[in-house]
């Protein structure tokens, strides 16, 4: 077998290009999620009530079907439905085929996301002790105030490595981006691959990529955790 | 001061308080005593809206409000005229033991950080830890812990504390430090209610022991009455028991 | 907006199902070859032979970082080539062959975090215990150690395999016909209608596998950790 390197050495520059789209699709999913995350969590922590019911629908079923299952479904569906909406109904001059296709990936990978850290936010707000909310009613604290200051600081704590993992598998569903068109890593790699035939060369280049950008976010998570966990550091000093 | 009458609470079938009445006067030191499942706890909690009780009123000061339909208002406010010590203590385990003082201070109470401050260190001070100030509770003792946790019910001046079995978690050699610290609070004139097993606490420094017993006072009186010639069989009983069980554990 | 036909929904389903040994075959393969690879890291990792156990860290965590579309194409179009070099053809070997070959690598990595934390689970006590109780070295084991260990392993297992069910579902890029395919395949026959009917059932299918797995398990584990709940209650 012959291994090209000088294309290995072209493609990975070239998918260097493609970072910036995939951290983009990364980031803006996890900054829409995180909101409705959180109040999914916070019904499904009721666990009565119609709220809960939906949520608890919501996360089974996103969690239950493939991401790619996802996706072909929601490409194929929003386009042709925004555009109804905002054409027929709406009645508005807008060209939805024209838009940017990474719109729909943050709209796909927002679901996804949501349903996962929903569930990562769920099991964290219940490893706080029931008697910190005590604690903080009684000094006289409002439920608000004491899910602000006391609850979520240390349910945050004990999310973040189930956070962290959430986000290393957002950053691999993102090479799925290609199949709406957006140009990520995947997407520039295969198109090369295609050229002259050289997909081992092009796809090692891909996975080089993703450990090294899986790396870097696991990295980041690691100094984040330390910081916001100096009081349990101290536990084992 | 204080005064709640016919206190109902039941947990699902389980009838829990069947009307209790309690009156607390300034400068009481009440300490109840009963059985374990008698309804102590659940009273104190209720008095604090931990709980929310069924039936009944209370009195305090000037508020007078049903349990059942208090409003937020309410009981924000009597939460803030109240200190409340747990038996575990629940600290906030991302605050040090200075910031567990002064959280209540300042976000509860708008209190100035200085000024809150300087209230914190001088209630961490009364309870003898004026050098564990920015140690987290997880650095700290068991006793230690409860310490903060007096402090911080203490700091925000509260009209009456209640304590909830504040030694029942506590390594017996750590029981000793928690109770002369409360009874040092007693001497300087603070208003308690305590629910506790410590027979000799409740000897010596209660103005008034009331027994409870399967959900109902039984009776009360000053400690002196209560231990020497209880009227109740049910008190007898019980007092005979504890008083057994501390002679044949100090053999 | 063209119109939208639940009654489709049914008549694909109809005719995705049979294709559903497909995909539980590739499963079971994945599971199979993905395990023993799996145990051989656990085994290393639990060792104290700083190299081997270096070299399982390594492997755990670079698949954690790899895409398993990435992964599947690199094998499926890279692995014939490869092979080729040392004089082996694989170029008509069945796709299945390149599915099953790909998420073993990945399902390895899970296995060996689930045999792992199975075993750090054993309590040295319990054997010390049984043995003095009269029990055999092997009884031990089968009576009391590995009962403790399936409890503590089954849900993760559990996770693993409706992670790799979902996964495997990208199968269908490089043209095997498992469910997946099969609602490709129609969609490309009937030139791009009825693909939200068929997608929809696509994902009815995953939902009630995904659901029957879970509820599965959990029975199996609740009979299992009878001892266990006691001490909850």
């Known amino acids: 077998m012959h291994i090209n390197t000088e294309f290995m050495a072209e493609t990975f520059l070239a998918s260097l290009g493609g970072i910036p789209v995939t951290l983009e699709i990364t980031l803006v999913t996890l900054l829409i999620s995180v909101p409705p995350a959180f109040f999914m969590a916070l019904a499904r922590q009721r666990r009565k009530g119609i709220g809960s019911r939906l949520a608890s629908a919501y996360v089974s079923f996103i969690r239950g079907t493939p991401v790619v299952l996802q996706i072909l479904f929601l490409y194929s569906l929003l386009p042709s439905l925004l555009n109804y909406l905002f054409t027929q109904v709406m009645s508005l001059q807008v060209n939805v085929f024209k838009w940017n296709t990474i719109l729909y990936a943050f709209i796909v990978f927002s679901l996804n996301t949501t349903a996962v850290l929903s569930e990562v936010f769920r099991s964290a707000l219940s490893t706080v002790e029931h008697g910190q909310m005590e604690g903080a009613l009684s000094v006289g604290l409002s439920r608000r105030q004491a899910y602000a200051r006391i609850i979520l600081p240390q349910a945050l704590v004990s999310a973040l490595p189930n956070i962290c993992n959430a986000t290393v598998n957002l950053l691999k569903s993102t090479s799925l981006a290609f199949m709406m068109t957006v140009q990520d890593i995947t997407a520039i790699a295969k198109v090369r691959a295609a050229y002259g035939y050289n997909y081992i060369e092009a796809y090692l280049v891909v996975l080089v990529v993703y450990i090294l950008l899986c790396t870097v976010v696991q990295l980041l998570f690691k100094a984040v955790e330390r910081y916001l966990s100096s009081y349990k550091k101290l536990i084992a000093a | 001061m204080l005064e709640v009458r016919n206190v109902h609470k039941s947990f699902g079938d389980n009838e829990i308080l069947k009307g209790v009445d309690l009156k607390v006067e300034k400068g009481d030191i009440i300490v109840i005593l009963g059985p374990s499942g008698s309804g102590k706890t659940t009273l104190l909690r209720c008095i604090n809206f931990l709980e929310r009780a069924e039936k009944g009123t209370m009195d305090f000061d000037d508020i007078h409000t049903e349990f059942k339909t208090a409003s937020r208002h309410q009981i924000n406010a009597i939460r803030k005229r109240t200190g409340f010590v747990f038996q575990n203590y629940n600290l906030f385990a991302n605050k040090t033991a200075l910031q567990n003082v002064t959280e209540g201070l300042t976000v509860a109470r708008k209190v100035p950080k200085q000024e809150a401050d300087a209230r914190a260190k001088e209630a961490l001070d009364r309870v003898g830890l004026s050098d564990r100030y920015d140690y987290y509770p997880s650095q700290l003792s068991g006793g230690q812990q409860q310490r903060v946790g007096i402090a911080r019910a203490i700091a925000v001046n509260p009209e009456v504390i209640l304590f909830d079995e504040p030694t029942s978690a506590l390594d017996p050699e750590l029981v000793g430090e928690v109770l002369n610290v409360m009874k040092a609070l007693a001497r300087d004139g603070a208003t308690m209610i305590v629910v506790t097993h410590e027979m000799g606490f409740a000897q010596d420094v209660a103005s008034r022991v009331v027994f409870m017993s399967e959900g109902t006072v039984v009776e009360q009186g000053a400690p002196k009455e209560i231990f020497r010639a209880p009227k109740d069989p049910r008190t007898a009983q019980f007092l005979r028991r504890i008083l057994r069980d501390d002679y044949e554990y100090s053999i | ?233």
């Open chain 3, 1 to 233: 907006m063209r119109p939208f036909h639940p009654s489709y929904i049914i008549t694909a389903l109809g005719q995705i199902i049979p294709f559903l040994w497909v995909t539980l075959a590739t499963m079971a393969g994945t599971v199979f070859f993905g395990s023993l690879a799996g145990l051989m890291l656990a085994r290393a990792k639990v060792r104290r032979r700083p190299l081997s156990r270096a070299l399982a860290n390594v492997y755990i965590y670079m698949t954690r970082c790899i895409p398993s579309i990435v992964l599947l194409f690199i094998i499926y179009y890279g692995l014939p080539e490869l092979l080729l070099a040392f004089g082996i053809n694989i170029n008509g070997f069945n796709k299945a062959f390149f599915v099953i070959t790909t998420f073993s690598v990945l399902f390895a990595a899970n296995m060996a975090e689930v045999f792992r934390s199975a075993y750090e689970a054993i309590d040295p006590g319990q054997r010390e215990a049984a043995l003095s109780a009269g029990l055999s070295e092997w009884e031990a084991f089968f009576r009391i150690l590995l009962p403790q260990c399936v409890t503590v392993a089954l849900p993760n297992f559990a996770n693993a395999l409706v992670n790799l069910m979902k996964e495997g579902s990208l199968a269908y890029t490089i043209g095997m016909v498992d469910v997946m395919g099969k609602g490709q395949l129609m969609i490309g026959m009937n030139n791009g209608s009825y693909s939200l009917e068929i997608y929809l059932a696509l994902a009815i299918l995953y939902w009630v596998l995904t659901v029957v797995l879970e509820k599965g398990f959990g029975y199996v584990e609740k009979r299992l950790s009878s001892g266990k709940r006691i001490v909850a209650a």
